[in-house]
């Protein structure tokens, strides 16, 4: 099975900054699209952004773009998001998935994971 493990949540005040990180133990992100989606509470999925394979560009969601930048490093298989200017809204646990679950802008993504948890609250 699909093993993938996000870390670096955390509680942080409105305007402040996390980087989340995802990895995995056996699967290789390197020629797969990437995504990350999120989960508020109460909520369903909502993609946030994409990145390409290799070093494909990055998308994202309206909401969170331009204070959101997914990157990625295939030498460690490491994918992060680092997300600044953080909101209430922002609120949520986030997933990594790959492009087999998931595409941009859907809502309808596949999660398999944990997650990490961010709360944005003063």
């Known amino acids: 099975a699909l093993h993938l493990v996000e870390s670096g949540g955390d509680w942080v005040q409105p305007g402040g900054s996390l980087r989340l990180s995802c990895t995995s133990s056996n699967f290789t992100f390197r020629d797969y699209i990437m995504h990350w989606v999120r989960q508020a509470p109460g909520k369903g999925l909502e993609w946030v952004s994409s990145?390409?394979?290799?070093?494909?560009?990055?998308t994202y969601a309206a909401s969170v773009k331009d204070r959101f930048t997914a990157f990625r490093d295939n030498a460690k298989n490491m994918l992060y998001l680092q997300m600044d200017s953080l909101k209430t809204d922002d609120t949520g646990v986030y997933f990594c998935?790959?492009?087999?679950?998931?595409?941009?802008?859907?809502?309808?993504?596949?999660?398999r994971s944990q997650g990490t948890r961010v709360t944005v609250s003063s």
């Open positions: 998935t790959p492009s087999n679950d998931c595409s941009s802008g859907s809502s309808s993504c596949r999660v």
């Open positions: 990145i390409g394979a290799r070093d494909g560009p990055a």
